[in-house]
């Protein structure tokens, strides 16, 4: 801005000023041919790119490299990147609102490029746009709508996840023209199409298909306004309509007297239209007034939240409502209290009295003033009357008493940023109401896109934002271009980032991994503090056992458990069961879970481990299950075969234990054949148990041979064959096994066995036999038995007279005489 006149481009159009300021001079080569390029830019000021215009016949320079490119450039004309482009005939170039660059061939496939360089995720419109072709795109700020060959409309409301979706069925006929209105101003929060079809206009959103019911067109253009409320058609007769978007009714026209159609209309913030032909612009503003700019060469007109940027060869410019405070304070024969605070600094510093009246005439409304000033001095793009504008503000807040600087403070911060990134060497020039609706962590984001790292720092740490991506951005970068081995960009890398808080050299290292340097990403991944940064991408690298031990490090188990499953998948069972087997923490969380989920996996772990004994326990486990007697025989044969060779003395008595358990299972499925009582299967019972039913089923001689094979030890056999005898209240039996001289268990374990059973004739046979017992103990034996006389007999032998008076006291009719006789018998004679 070379001129001090604050009112420079202003034009007034009805009763409202607009302002056309030029932002940058010398924009673009004069060889490069600027009607020939489709141009797309980004909001708030960002990057435009230049497509070539395959439809129309360029001059041949030699020298000119043939290969088609999509070139980034900024506002002032600065090269950002060029996009090799070889991947068919693009019919949609456009932007989203944080800077993506989204492309769009005729076969509907989708580039989003990211990051103003070659980084682009690509993805498929599908319905039919492969078949019949897209015809033309029309974008917002975070999706689009393609228009195929049949009037088909596919919508793509995210670029993050892009779900393509038709939507209704739009007419047939030729579309002379259409435009879209946003999801955030429509009424079913979906987007809306509007298409210009033979005379009429259809809305068309995600259900239905809707006929405006218009009889004036064809119209050869149609667009609606940013906040979505107008639309503005242009008829056949080149006049232009101003509508609700509601088409209920009918604000302004315009006669533009033109034979020609331009080739845009759009929309110059929500107040204005903007025709464009070749070399000429119409601006028109409410009521049908109009001011027309004419120009040397091409103007490309782009479309921003406020206003438009006209772009040509020689300058690129910014067209505008001015905004209300500048209009205030600038606007000639203004008297409002703004206006007269400014002039008073002119007077101030030719030291005027009459600055001092004038503060004094305005005093009541000083306030209003000054944040008036201020709110201007932003929407001002002129250094010296940003300074006016802030002087007058601080001259106003110093009159009065009580006022916060607060508003005055953070205008002049905002207007160092945005003084910084207008500079023609980024090119970044926004609008005061395009930064703030951008913000300022964005504005960073763009910077860092632009590899502008240095300004990035400068102007985070003045705002007081974190640097950590901008230094991560910086480092991706720097190992994905600097040429030199992987030791000397890891030292450099690592020694510019020392120190620094929150760097993330995951990121670094995976810009490393993708460009094919994977020792470097190896080496990087040691920097990064948090071990579930490095593990999935040294995973990805095929680093497996770094990433296990990285894992196992950190003490997550929940992290060692996801490498875990990771190389489960992909590693051959043996090469896995290796890897785990040299680090116990691995091996006890894979066998913890496999004991919960893989009883398989658990088998072949105890077998590459060696541990005989585990796996031997884990098929008695199964074998337990059966419930097949084949399968339990099965099961315990294997058991015993892994204990086969084993050492471990432990091992060798469970491999015997098993094998008996095997013989054990088939003579009772024999018995189960062979004997059909009621007693119930023999199948599951112990040695002793199926001996037991076996003796008081009255099979002795199958129970002895159960007692032989398994070499029970007679004392156990003796007893387990008295308990079935005498449940089984075979007396002759348990007589025949009396007349033994001696028993391994002694008699009188048969004395109580069958005096419980209730048969004390038989029991009292065995009293005789318990030698070992004590006098007094066979005399309550026989007493228990109801044999009170041989119970006195047994006290005289052993001249136990306490014990027979004790017996006389129990003893009743012939027995009582009998112990009396014993007890005279036994007294000393007088």
């Known amino acids: 801005m070379t001129t001090n006149n604050p009112r420079v481009g202003w034009e007034k159009i009805g009763d409202q000023f607009y302002q056309k300021a030029q932002l940058y001079e010398s924009v673009f080569d004069q060889d490069l041919e600027l009607e020939n390029y489709i141009v797309a830019g980004a909001p708030y000021g960002g990057a435009l790119a230049l497509w070539r215009d395959t439809s129309k016949v360029a001059r041949y320079r030699t020298g000119q490299s043939t290969k088609s490119t999509i070139d980034i450039y900024s506002s002032s004309g600065k090269p950002i ?6 991947k068919g005939v693009i019919k ?6 944080d800077e993506k660059l989204l492309v769009v061939t005729e076969e509907g496939t989708v580039h989003c490029y990211f990051g103003l360089h070659g980084d682009f995720q690509p993805f498929l419109l599908g319905h039919g746009a492969e078949e019949f072709g897209v015809k033309s795109c029309r974008f917002w700020s975070h999706g689009f709508v393609a228009l195929l060959s049949n009037n088909a409309l596919v919508a793509v409301s995210s670029f993050e996840e892009p779900r393509p979706r038709l939507l209704a069925h ?44 218009l009889s004036d067109g064809p119209f050869k253009h149609v667009s609606v306004s940013p906040n979505g409320r107008f639309a503005a058609l242009f008829t056949e007769d080149g006049k232009v309509w101003v509508v609700g978007s509601d088409f209920q009714n009918k604000y302004s026209e315009y006669d533009s007297k033109a034979k020609t159609t331009p080739t845009q209309m759009i929309w110059c913030g929500n107040d204005a239209v903007v025709l464009a032909w070749e070399d000429e612009i119409h601006m028109l503003g409410p009521e049908g007034a109009a001011v027309k700019y004419y120009y040397d060469d091409q103007v490309h007109v782009v479309p921003d939240i406020d206003g438009v940027r006209l772009i040509t060869n020689d300058a690129c410019e910014f067209l505008r409502k001015v905004p209300d405070p500048l209009e205030e304070v600038f606007k000639l024969g203004s008297t409002s209290a703004a206006s007269i605070l400014v002039d008073s600094i002119e ?46 503000a601080s001259f106003g807040k110093s009159v009065l008493d009580l006022y916060s600087s607060d508003e005055f403070v953070d205008m002049c911060e905002d ?11 980024i090119g970044l020039f926004m609008s005061y109401e395009q930064y703030v609706r951008l913000t300022p962590e964005r504005l960073i984001a763009r910077l860092v896109n632009r590899r502008e790292y240095l300004l990035a720092i400068k102007l985070s740490e003045y705002l007081h934002l974190p640097l950590n991506k901008i230094y991560v951005h910086w480092a991706s970068q720097k190992v994905r271009s600097a040429s030199g081995d992987d030791d000397t960009i890891r030292e450099m890398v690592v020694d510019r980032l020392r120190g620094k808080h929150g760097v993330s050299f995951e990121n670094i290292a995976r810009a490393a991994y993708d460009e094919g340097r994977s020792h470097l990403a190896t080496t990087l991944l040691n920097h990064e503090p948090r071990a579930g940064k490095q593990v999935p991408l040294l995973l990805n690298m095929e680093e497996d056992e770094i990433a296990l031990n990285k894992a196992i490090e950190s003490g997550d ?41 893989d009883q398989d996996l658990l088998k072949d772990l105890y077998y590459q481990d060696d541990r005989p004994v585990e796996g031997s326990n884990l098929l008695l486990e199964e074998a337990m299950q059966q419930p097949q007697v084949q399968a339990v025989i099965d099961k315990l044969k294997l058991a015993a075969r892994l204990l086969t060779d084993a050492k471990d003395p432990t091992a060798q008595l469970h491999s015997r234990a098993l094998t008996e358990a095997t013989q054990l299972l088939k003579m009772q499925e024999a018995f189960d054949k062979e004997i059909t009582d009621s007693s119930g299967s023999y199948v599951g019972l112990s040695v002793n148990e199926t001996m037991f039913r076996l003796i008081k089923s009255g099979y002795s001689k ?28 075979l007396w002759g039996e348990v007589e025949e096994i009396a007349k033994n001289k001696k028993s391994p268990i002694g008699w009188e374990p048969f004395y109580n066995e069958v005096l419980g059973a209730g048969n004390t004739r038989l029991a009292s046979s065995f009293i005789p036999k318990s030698t070992n017992l004590q006098p007094a103990e066979r005399i309550e034996m026989w007493v228990k038995c109801g044999m009170v006389v041989k119970a006195g007999e047994e006290a005289v032998k052993a001249k136990d007279l306490n014990s027979l008076e004790s017996l006389r006291d129990k003893a009743s009719g012939q ?4 112990i009396e006789r014993m007890l005279t018998q036994l007294r000393p004679r007088k």
Request: include cysteine; aromatic fraction near 8%.
């Open 557 to 597: 188990t929940d992290l060692v458990f996801y490498v875990l499953l990771q190389l489960k998948k992909k590693l051959p069972l043996a090469s896995f069961l290796r890897t785990i087997s040299e680090r116990p923490v691995a091996a006890a969380l894979v066998e913890s879970s496999a004991k919960q989920q």
């Open 170 to 213: 739009a007419p047939e006929g030729e579309v002379h023209s259409w435009s879209l209105i946003p999801p955030a101003y429509t009424l079913s929060r979906s987007v809306e199409v509007l298409l210009a079809v033979d005379k009429t206009i259809f809305v068309v959103d995600a259900s239905e298909a809707e006929d405006r019911g």
């Open 815 to 818: 027995q009582q005489v009998e």
């Open 81 to 86: 990147s060029n996009i090799n482009w070889e």
């Open 92 to 97: 949609g170039l456009g932007w989203s609102d």
């Open 347 to 392: 007077l101030l510093e030719k030291k005027s009295p009459k600055a001092d009246e004038n503060i004094q005439r305005i005093k009541p409304n000083l306030p209003e003033a000054v944040e008036t000033c201020i709110r201007a001095a932003g929407h001002e793009f002129n250094h010296s009357s940003q300074k006016q504008l802030l002087r007058a």
């Open 415 to 425: 207007l160092r940023v945005l003084n910084a990134v207008r500079d023609y060497q």
């Open 702 to 729: 199958r129970a002895a041979s159960v007692q032989s094979t398994f070499k029970v030890p007679e004392k156990t056999w003796w007893w387990v064959r008295l308990r079935a005898l005498t449940a089984a209240r």
